[in-house]
């Protein structure tokens, strides 16, 4: 990294005689003073007719490089001081063409902009602006050393490096620390089933539903304002989530202690996915608010309680939605429960079970059919094995009635009911309900229903990493756990940007998705053209930047990436 000084102009006179000016800047690199940026700017006579606004010939070629977004993003990576808090935990080796800190920031840039793989970064970097602010020799650009500077981070490592960052996060963005949301996902990973030195990517319950694949899981706890990622947790893709929120609810009350005085103020938002005994037993201990759900299925009387004692929350902020406000004994305490109905997920639910009943009955229809023609060799175990199959989605079996007749393959029968009755009362007692559990018992329940709702900023962040496109995690082409460990910690660090960035933008009244963002930003580009010369010596370099609309003007004040803009 290098810290600029003020430009100047230079002369710098030819062996014919003659004189020409450059524009350079300098920069103190290692300690030592030195020129980073030189541009030509011409002959006296030139310039003067620059000045004068002479034409400057015609350019004889042209290139477009990508600016806006990557120097959006770079802005926000200087902000955090990214660099220098890597390079204090792991220094630059003497023989090193870059820092540590260096290598790890333009691969979180990569991640946001454009992601590719480590071998063509080097390629799709010649096609940006970055290379006029990020002075790199281009074999430093190798793919190998990303993974020698990669190399140097430990586990250990990276959480002081996270935890600083974090630090820097609040201090620079003003984050609001009093409502975290904490989930996990997993991603599917191209390891190679026989190599051995990556366990942390095993087969799992695969949430992108590649089951052939193995997986890395991830936690992460984010705020509720701007659903910024806070800390991260890379962990063995076979082990429920369940299993890892010891170990995040841990890191979470240690760090929070050291970003604020009292942990009391602290709500922390999760689903039921993450309920246990022994989960919520140190949830209680560690003294933290906490806004959960229960499966409504496991407690029928509150889901018995009639909806004329339903009152609606709020009809503004949350239409259609009503609740009761009262108590559960459920995880080994007695806390306050919120009943909530809601129409929109009742409607949803409703047509979702229209469609997987209709598919069960059609099932059962071609097997009724086939019974009905007396060639079947199937057994009865077997054709009941098969009724089970059809009836095993939700409450299919609660809603219907199916009777199997005979014993021999050739005279089995089969009819199949649904019961509306049964159907009306499923529907009555279960869909749109949830059961919000908490312990904020003096907390508005709009204030209730809004901190479960957030869940909904972590589940987008999920969305976005697994967007192939922009702030993505793959490609990932690492083998090792340590690797990989470094790979997740840049990856989340990306998304962090991408929400920092879409958190000021909102806050200035641009109201833009990650993708929306990027993409304005993107359509600022830099244009080099190069000039005609009359003949004499190098073409000259002249780089402009394209025509920005209102929106675009906008984004680049926000992020002042006019400092990183060509000088005229």
Known sequence: MYYPHMASVIEKRRADGRTYYYLVESARVDGKPRIVSQQYLGSATEIAEKLAGAPAGNPVR???KRFGDLAAVWSVLERLGVVEVIDAVAPRRADAAASVGTYLALACANRIVAPCSKLGFADWWATTAGPRWVKLPAAALDHRRFWEAMDRLSEADLRTIET??????????????????????????????????????????????????????????????????????AYPGDRPDVTQFPRLLDELTSRYRQLTTSIEDLTLVYDAGQN???????????????????????????????????????????????????TVTALGVTRRAVITHSTTLHAAQARGFDQTLAKAKRRQGELAERLARGNTRRDRAAVEANIAAICKPRWVAEVTTVTLTGDKPADLRLSFTVDAAARHALETRLFGKRILFTNRDTWPVTDVVAAYRSQSGVESGFRQLKDPHIVSFNPMHHWTDQKIRVHVFYTVLALTIAHLMRRQAEQAGLHLSVRELLGELSGIQETVLLHHNGGKGRPRVQRLLTDMNPEQTRLADLFEINRYAPTR
């Open 164 to 233: 600083e960052l974090g630090r820097r996060l609040v201090t620079e963005y003003a984050l609001d620390l009093s409502g975290l949301i904490l989930d996990m996902t997993n991603f599917a990973t191209y390891i190679d089933s026989g190599n051995d030195k990556a366990p942390i990517a095993q087969r799992g319950k695969a949430k992108q539903k590649r089951v052939d694949l193995r997986l890395v899981g991830l936690g992460l706890v984010v705020t509720r304002d701007g659903a910024v990622p806070l800390l991260s947790h």
């Open 276 to 326: 246990s005994t022994t989960n919520h037993e140190q949830v209680e201990a560690s003294r933290i608010g906490f806004v959960g759900s229960l499966p409504p299925s496991d407690h029928p009387d509150l889901l018995a309680i009639p909806r004329t004692r339903y009152r609606k929350v709020d009809a503004d902020q949350f239409p259609g939605l009503t609740h009761v406000d009262t």
């Open 62 to 64: 042209s290139q477009h």
